[in-house]
């Protein structure tokens, strides 16, 4: 298991998640109860009761509601909850079953949202089905997970083809400034064509959706995720077979940091020629990514470059792939292709770099490893699988990526 620096005070962190379980739940009851008597309200007729035109314009009015937020709480209701036409014939709930848990507390709106959204486009005949299905995985998943199942149900019922991406090339005028202030801040500037700023905008917008796994919501700001995706884009462009060479080797920098401090995590590195990260950073690094580190001794003489004993193969990296499917904590949707290797037992602590000690991890969640109270071993069955801090999970049940499609057997 890897050793993390930092745990929470787990009594304290167990009492605090426990209570924002109850008051989640106390809301998202409450909520669902309050959309059930608004569509019993349109029922009997809004207003011919108070004189409002619509339900939404009442809870707008008497909850100080935006009308946006009113009307979405409306339109989910309406799908939880059996109607009526204005003959009076019944109008059966879409989605009862998701209704009838919304009340006990136990669905997020995102996840009620997720499940009404995927039945609206089953076929009626396969509705109750899939809503039985997508109920029980959101029992213990998130609910982009249980939009990804819903894609898959969807998928299965009528598969649809993709359009072709018909895009006129064009050869314009390109400028890029990168320049590192004293601080240690790089700056960045440029000007782009339209097309080249259109696939920029699509790289980074992809690399940039809000992260929802089981190290709970993501709530850094959208310039934030930006400087996360553009520090992504960076990495799938350094993992790239097919970037130039310099001076015989891949692109990489350099990080100098003493044997002790990378052991332990505490102090400083030399990033490059003039810039610095803290030792915890490299150790991070140091598992698998084009920053080299040059382990020194008490005198500042060179121990080890960690080359031929850390970084990891092509082959094996293929394996890797193979076994984890993309990166392997749970509820994580990043592909191979934006993954890491991360050692197990760290390099600098005598881990070997061979499959039984790897696990393919995004840079995200790389990190939340290094820094949480996470931990991940490979099971008996040769996967990986992963203990949650005692405040999400007094319990600690390991927990396995259930998320990316398993490889195909042979008949």
Same mark, same amino acid.
């Given at each position: 298991?890897?050793s993390?620096?930092?745990?929470?005070s787990?009594?304290?962190?167990?009492?605090?998640?426990d209570?924002?379980?109850?008051?989640?739940?106390?809301?998202?009851?409450?909520e /669902?109860e309050?959309?059930?008597l608004?569509?019993?309200?349109?029922?009997?007729?809004?207003?011919?009761?108070?004189?409002?035109?619509?339900a939404?314009?009442?809870?707008?009015?008497?909850?100080?509601?935006?009308?946006p937020a009113?009307?979405?709480?409306?339109?989910?209701?309406r799908s939880?909850n059996?109607?009526?036409?204005?003959?009076?014939?019944?109008?059966?709930?879409?989605a009862?079953?998701?209704?009838a848990? /919304?009340?006990?507390?136990? !669905?997020?709106?995102p996840?009620v949202?997720?499940?009404?959204? =995927?039945?609206?486009?089953?076929?009626?005949?396969?509705?109750?089905s899939?809503?039985?299905?997508?109920l029980?995985f959101? /029992?213990?998943?998130?609910?982009?997970?249980?939009?990804?199942l819903?894609?898959?149900? *969807?998928?299965?019922?009528?598969?649809?083809?993709?359009?072709?991406?018909?895009?006129?090339?064009?050869?314009?005028?390109?400028?890029l400034?990168?320049?590192?202030?004293r601080?240690?801040v790089?700056?960045?500037?440029?000007?782009?064509d339209?097309?080249?700023?259109?696939?920029?905008?699509?790289?980074?917008d #992809?690399?940039?959706?809000?992260r929802t796994?089981?190290?709970?919501?993501?709530?850094?700001?959208?310039?934030?995720r930006?400087?996360? #995706?553009?520090?992504?884009?960076?990495d799938?462009? !350094?993992n790239?077979?097919d970037?130039?060479?310099?001076?015989?080797?891949?692109?990489?920098?350099m990080?100098?940091?003493? !044997?002790?401090? !990378?052991?332990?995590?505490?102090?400083?590195?030399?990033?490059?020629d003039?810039?610095?990260?803290?030792?915890?950073?490299?150790? =991070?690094h140091?598992?698998?990514?084009?920053?080299?580190p040059?382990?020194?001794g008490?005198?500042?003489?060179?121990l080890? *470059?960690?080359?031929?004993?850390r970084?990891i193969?092509?082959?094996l990296?293929? /394996?890797?792939?193979?076994?984890?499917?993309?990166?392997a904590?749970?509820?994580?949707?990043?592909?191979?292709?934006?993954?890491?290797?991360?050692?197990?037992?760290h390099w600098?602590?005598?881990?070997?770099t061979?499959?039984?000690?790897?696990?393919?991890m995004?840079?995200?969640?790389?990190?939340?490893?290094?820094?949480?109270?996470?931990?991940v071993?490979?099971?008996a069955?040769?996967?990986?699988?992963?203990l949650?801090?005692?405040?999400?999970?007094?319990?600690?049940k390991p927990?396995?990526?259930?998320l990316?499609?398993p490889?195909?057997?042979?008949?």
């Amino acid at each position: 298991m890897t050793s993390n620096a930092a745990h929470p005070s787990s009594s304290d962190a167990v009492a605090f998640a426990d209570r924002i379980g109850e008051l989640l739940a106390c809301m998202r009851s409450a909520e /669902a109860e309050l959309g059930a008597l608004l569509v019993e309200i349109e029922q009997r007729g809004v207003m011919e009761l108070f004189g409002y035109r619509s339900a939404a314009r009442l809870l707008e009015h008497l909850g100080d509601v935006p009308k946006p937020a009113a009307e979405r709480l409306v339109r989910r209701a309406r799908s939880l909850n059996p109607g009526r036409n204005l003959d009076g014939t019944p109008i059966p709930a879409l989605a009862p079953a998701t209704g009838a848990a /919304a009340r006990t507390g136990r !669905l997020s709106n995102p996840m009620v949202d997720v499940i009404t959204g =995927v039945l609206a486009e089953v076929p009626c005949e396969h509705r109750d089905s899939a809503e039985t299905h997508l109920l029980t995985f959101a /029992a213990e998943a998130g609910h982009k997970q249980v939009a990804a199942l819903g894609a898959r149900i *969807l998928a299965h019922l009528a598969p649809d083809g993709a359009e072709p991406d018909d895009t006129e090339p064009v050869i314009p005028p390109r400028e890029l400034f990168l320049r590192r202030k004293r601080t240690g801040v790089w700056e960045l500037n440029g000007r782009f064509d339209d097309e080249t700023g259109a696939r920029a905008s699509a790289l980074l917008d #992809a690399l940039a959706e809000r992260r929802t796994s089981d190290d709970g919501p993501d709530h850094r700001t959208l310039p934030q995720r930006y400087g996360d #995706a553009f520090s992504d884009a960076m990495d799938l462009a !350094l993992n790239s077979p097919d970037l130039p060479m310099q001076a015989g080797e891949r692109a990489h920098v350099m990080v100098a940091v003493s !044997l002790q401090d !990378l052991k332990s995590g505490v102090g400083k590195a030399t990033l490059g020629d003039t810039g610095e990260m803290t030792a915890a950073e490299a150790r =991070v690094h140091a598992c698998d990514a084009m920053i080299i580190p040059a382990v020194l001794g008490d005198k500042s003489e060179p121990l080890n *470059l960690g080359r031929l004993r850390r970084l990891i193969s092509a082959g094996l990296r293929r /394996a890797l792939f193979l076994r984890d499917r993309g990166c392997a904590f749970p509820g994580c949707h990043r592909p191979p292709r934006h993954c890491q290797g991360h050692h197990i037992r760290h390099w600098a602590d005598g881990g070997l770099t061979d499959l039984g000690n790897l696990v393919l991890m995004c840079a995200h969640h790389h990190r939340l490893l290094h820094r949480s109270g996470w931990e991940v071993r490979i099971a008996a069955d040769g996967l990986p699988e992963f203990l949650p801090p005692v405040f999400i999970d007094r319990r600690r049940k390991p927990r396995r990526n259930n998320l990316h499609d398993p490889l195909p057997f042979a008949a």
